[in-house]
C-alpha cells in the first residue's frame, strides 16, 4: 500500500513512524497510508521554515506574487487529477470536487494582489518636518490545521496569503483525507517556491501539540470542529501565538411566507445535501414561519430527497457520494436514530440506502425530520450529514430569536421577497455569514470567511483582507532628518502639533 509521508524542505521526507489508514468510502476500504509525524519531524520543517526565512522575507512581493501566478496556472493544469484525488478520499462528487478547487484557486489569484495589499500608509508632514509610515511586515514561521471536509480549498485560504505576504509555513493537512492537499503543495515548489518556505506535515495530535508548543511558530489558522477549535485558541494565545481558529456550525434558513418556494426549495437541496451535509456552510436546520410554509416545503422537498442520485464520488452525475469513514457514518445513523427516539416526525429516512456494487461504502440517503424542537439532539448539535431538520415558528422575530440564541453563529439565510424583512435580519441576525435568497453565502476570497460566537474564536477572519492583517503585523515609523544649521533645545513636554 502507497505511503504518504511529509514535505518538508522542498523534498519527500519519511520517518517510518506511527501510521493511520486513509480510505476510499465509496468502497469503504483502505487504499493508503499516511504517516503521523512525531515531534521530531514537526520540529524538522520548524527549522527548515526558520532557515528559509530571512531571505523570503525580503523577497520582493511582485516576485513573491510571480510565484503564486506560475502556482495557479498549475493547478489548472493538474485540475483533473487534484478532482480525482479529492473525490476518491472524500467521497464528494467530482463536480463538487471541482467546484471546491475552483474557490480554492480564487485565494491564490488574490494573492497574486500582493504588492498592492502589502502596500502600506504613509503621511507626510506628520510633525514638523517629520514623515510617517505604517508597514505591514511578515510574521515568521506561522502555521495551519485543516479539516477533512475541504482538502484542497481550506488549506488554500491559508498557506498562499501567508506566504506571498512574506511568511514560512507548515501545514498539518486532515490525516483523512491528505493526498490532493500534498498534491497541490508540491505543484507549489514546482511553481518556483525556494526551499522550505513551505512544508506539509502530516499527523494527528502530536503534530498539532508540537506546533502549538514551538516557540518559533507565531501564529496558528486553524479550521475544523469546535471543541479542537477551542483547544487550539487558549493553549495557542496562552503562549503569546496570534490564533485564528474557526469551528464548526449548525446554519439555518428562514423561509417566509412570501418566499419563491421552486426556487427555495432547490436552493435548499443543494445546501442540505450536497457534499453529503458535510460543509460547515450547509444548510442544516430550515425555519419556516407559519405552518402553510412548512406544508408546503415538505411536499416538494420530500420527492427530491427521496430522488437523490447517490453512489461512487468518483462517477460523474451525481448529487451526493459517502460519508467520510465509517465511525462518521454511524455518528451520523445515530443521530437519525436519537431524533426519532426523541419525538421529532421522520418524513425522510435515508437509513435504508444500498448503493448497488458499493454495498460496503459509507452511504446514508438524505433525511428530513418535521416537528423539531431546540431542546432536541438534533437540532442543537452539528450533525455533519445529510439531515435537514423543520423547526416551525410562527414569526420573523421568533426565528431570529432561535438562530440568535444557538451556540454556533457561522452562516444563515433568508428567503423572501420582503427587502425590508431581509433588512432586518441582515442587521440584527447574530451569524457571521448572511445569504439573501443565497443559501451558502461563502465569501469571495476579495471579502474573509468567518463565523460569530462558538464557530470562531480569534478576532480576524480567514482570508481577504482580514487573512493579510492576521498573517503580518504593523510597523509604524516616524522620520526626521535633522537640518544641518538648527540646533533644537531639549523639550521635555509630551510633543503635540498643537
Ligand atoms: P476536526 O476538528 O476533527 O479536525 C481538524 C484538524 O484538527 C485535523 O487536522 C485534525 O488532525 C486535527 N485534530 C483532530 N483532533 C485533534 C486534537 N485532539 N488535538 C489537536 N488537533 C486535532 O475536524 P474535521 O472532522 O476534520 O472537520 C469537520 C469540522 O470542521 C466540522 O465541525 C466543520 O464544521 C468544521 N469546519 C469548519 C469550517 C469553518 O470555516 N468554520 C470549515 C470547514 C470545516
Not at 504613509?122 to 509610515?133: F, K, L, M, Q, V
Not at 424542537?373 to 420573523?396: A, C, H, K, W
Not at 454556533?408 to 421577497?417: A, D, K, M, S, V
Amino acid at each position: 500500500m502507497t505511503s504518504i509521508a511529509h514535505l518538508i524542505n522542498g523534498e519527500t521526507v519519511s520517518t517510518n513512524g506511527r501510521t493511520a489508514q486513509v480510505f476510499n468510502p465509496s468502497i469503504g476500504a483502505a487504499v493508503r497510508e499516511v504517516e503521523l509525524a512525531d515531534r521530531a519531524t514537526m520540529q524538522l520543517a520548524i527549522d527548515a521554515a526558520k532557515a528559509a526565512y530571512p531571505a523570503w522575507r525580503n523577497t520582493p512581493p511582485a516576485k513573491r506574487a510571480q510565484v503564486m501566478f506560475r502556482f495557479k496556472q498549475l493547478l489548472e493544469e493538474n485540475k483533473d487529477k487534484i478532482v480525482a484525488l479529492i473525490s476518491e478520499e472524500h467521497g464528494k462528487t467530482l463536480e463538487d470536487a471541482h467546484g471546491e478547487l475552483l474557490r480554492g484557486i480564487e485565494n491564490v489569484e488574490f494573492a497574486c494582489a500582493a504588492p498592492e495589499l502589502l502596500k502600506g500608509e504613509y503621511s507626510r508632514n506628520a510633525g514638523p518636518a517629520i514623515d510617517s509610515w505604517s508597514d505591514f511586515q511578515p510574521l515568521g514561521v506561522v502555521a495551519g490545521i485543516t479539516p477533512f471536509n475541504f482538502p484542497a480549498m481550506v488549506p488554500l485560504w491559508m498557506y498562499p496569503l501567508a506566504i506571498v505576504c512574506g511568511n514560512c509555513f507548515i501545514l498539518k493537512p486532515s490525516e483523512r483525507d491528505p493526498s490532493s492537499t500534498l498534491l497541490i503543495a508540491s505543484l507549489l515548489l514546482e511553481a518556483g517556491l525556494p526551499r522550505g518556505v513551505m512544508n506539509v506535515v502530516n499527523g494527528d495530535k502530536d503534530a498539532v501539540d508540537a506546533l502549538i508548543e514551538a516557540p518559533e511558530v507565531k501564529a496558528l489558522s486553524f479550521v475544523g470542529s469546535t471543541p479542537i477549535a477551542e483547544y487550539i485558541y487558549s493553549e495557542g494565545t496562552r503562549r503569546g501565538k496570534r490564533v485564528q481558529a474557526l469551528g464548526g456550525a449548525k446554519n439555518h434558513a428562514v423561509i417566509l411566507p412570501d418566499a419563491d418556494m421552486d426556487n427555495t426549495v432547490n436552493a435548499l437541496m443543494g445546501a442540505a445535501y450536497g457534499s453529503c451535509g458535510e460543509r460547515c456552510m450547509a444548510i442544516s436546520v430550515a425555519v419556516c414561519v407559519g405552518d402553510q410554509v412548512a406544508d408546503t416545503l415538505i411536499a416538494k422537498l420530500t420527492p427530491k430527497i427521496k430522488a437523490l442520485k447517490i453512489g461512487a464520488g468518483t462517477s460523474a452525475g451525481l448529487d451526493m457520494g459517502p460519508l467520510v469513514t465509517r465511525a462518521h457514518c454511524d455518528k451520523v445513523r445515530g443521530y437519525v436514530d436519537a431524533g426519532v427516539a426523541e419525538g421529532a416526525e421522520l418524513v425522510v429516512d435515508g437509513r435504508g440506502l444500498s448503493v448497488a456494487g458499493n454495498e460496503n461504502g459509507y452511504f446514508l440517503g438524505g433525511c428530513l425530520f418535521d416537528r423539531v424542537t431546540p431542546q432536541m439532539s438534533i437540532y442543537t448539535d452539528e450533525i455533519f450529514g445529510p439531515v435537514l431538520v423543520i423547526v416551525r415558528v410562527n414569526s420573523l422575530e421568533e426565528a431570529m430569536q432561535l438562530i440568535n440564541e444557538h451556540e454556533y453563529g457561522n452562516g444563515t439565510c433568508i428567503f423572501t421577497r420582503d427587502g425590508e424583512a431581509a433588512r432586518l435580519f441582515c442587521d440584527e441576525i447574530e451569524v457571521g455569514m448572511v445569504g439573501v435568497n443565497v443559501p451558502l453565502p461563502v465569501p469571495v476570497s476579495y471579502h474573509s470567511f468567518g463565523g460569530w460566537k462558538r464557530s470562531l474564536f480569534g478576532d480576524l477572519h480567514a482570508y481577504g483582507p482580514d487573512g493579510v492583517r492576521f498573517y503580518t503585523k504593523r510597523k509604524t515609523i516616524t522620520q526626521r532628518w535633522p537640518q544641518r544649521a538648527s540646533h533644537e533645545a531639549a523639550q521635555f513636554a509630551f510633543p503635540s502639533n498643537s
